[in-house]
């Protein structure tokens, strides 16, 4: 098992992106419920916060320092992967709380956008 070196500050937040090996699966979305437990399992042990997050056929995408930039980012992933052609159409993804809490608009993304060239790339 991979063990990563972090700083370990109360209260940090961290951007991290999880990938298949076998980049053309599609196992985290044909097993969502699996991994949704499985991260709720590691959440009672080591309790933090995920405030974005989207699943994606071969990765898992969470966020780090530049907060509002990273959970952009990380909504609009699929459309950027061709997955969907607007954010709210990826149904595993953190999009969806944001817009019923109010935070976006459900037609956000709807038109191109582009990132820093650091942003996701961490």
Not at 5 to 15: D, E, L, T
Not at 18 to 47: F, G, I, M
Request: hydrophobic share 40%; charged share 25%; net charge neutral.
């Amino acid at each position: 098992m991979m063990r990563y070196r972090r700083i370990k500050i109360s209260g940090a937040s961290h951007f991290f992106i999880v990938n298949l090996a076998e980049r053309n699966s599609h196992l985290l979305v044909t097993h969502v419920d699996l991994l949704r437990a499985s991260v709720r399992d590691v959440k009672t042990k080591h309790p933090f916060i995920i405030d974005a997050m989207v699943i994606m056929p071969n990765h898992v995408i969470r966020y780090d320092d530049d907060y509002e930039n990273h959970i952009d980012y990380i909504h609009y992933n699929p459309v950027k992967h061709g997955f969907v052609s607007r954010p709210v159409d990826w149904a595993f993804s953190s999009i969806h709380r944001y817009i019923k809490l109010g935070i976006l608009d459900k037609h956000w993304g709807s038109v191109a956008m582009d990132f820093a060239d650091d942003i996701g790339y961490e």
